[in-house]
C-alpha cells in the first residue's frame, strides 16, 4: 500500500523557514510525480507544488520565487523547502504522489504536518 509520512512542521515568524519532508513507500518513488497540497481550516485544498519524476517542477503562483520543491530518490523523500513565510501560507501541508493533480489530496495519503507563520 501507498504511504507518505509529512514531517518538519512548526511556528515561525513571518519571513521566517521551514523545511517539509516526505517520506514516501509502498510503490515505485522513482517514477512516480510527487507533491505538495495545503489547506486552511474551513478553506479549500489547493496545490502547491508538484515535482515529476524527471525533476521538472510546478509552483502555485502564490508560492512562486519563495518555496522550493526538491526530491532524492535514493531516500524515497520529497521536501519543500519554505522561505519568507506568510501568514497567508497557514495551513496542514500535505504530502501526494500524481496521479491527476486536480483532484484535491489533503488528508488523503497521510496526516499533514502543520505550518504557522505569525505575524
Known amino acids: 500500500e501507498v504511504q507518505l509520512v509529512e514531517s518538519g512542521g512548526g511556528s515561525v515568524q513571518a519571513g521566517g523557514s521551514l523545511r517539509l519532508s516526505c517520506t514516501a513507500s509502498?510503490?515505485?518513488?522513482?517514477?512516480?510525480?510527487m507533491g505538495w497540497y495545503r489547506q486552511a481550516p474551513g478553506n479549500e485544498c489547493d496545490l502547491v507544488s508538484t515535482i515529476r519524476d524527471d525533476y521538472r517542477t510546478y509552483y502555485a503562483d502564490s508560492v512562486k520565487g519563495r518555496f522550493t520543491i526538491s526530491r532524492d530518490n535514493a531516500k524515497n523523500m520529497v521536501y519543500l523547502q519554505m522561505t519568507s513565510l506568510k501568514p497567508e501560507d497557514t495551513a496542514v501541508y500535505y504530502c501526494?504522489?500524481?496521479?491527476?493533480?486536480?483532484?484535491?489530496?489533503?488528508?488523503?495519503w497521510g496526516q499533514g504536518t502543520q505550518v504557522t507563520g505569525s505575524s
Open positions: 501526494a504522489a500524481g496521479g491527476s493533480w486536480s483532484v484535491a489530496q489533503c488528508n488523503y
Open positions: 509502498g510503490f515505485a518513488f522513482d517514477e512516480s510525480d
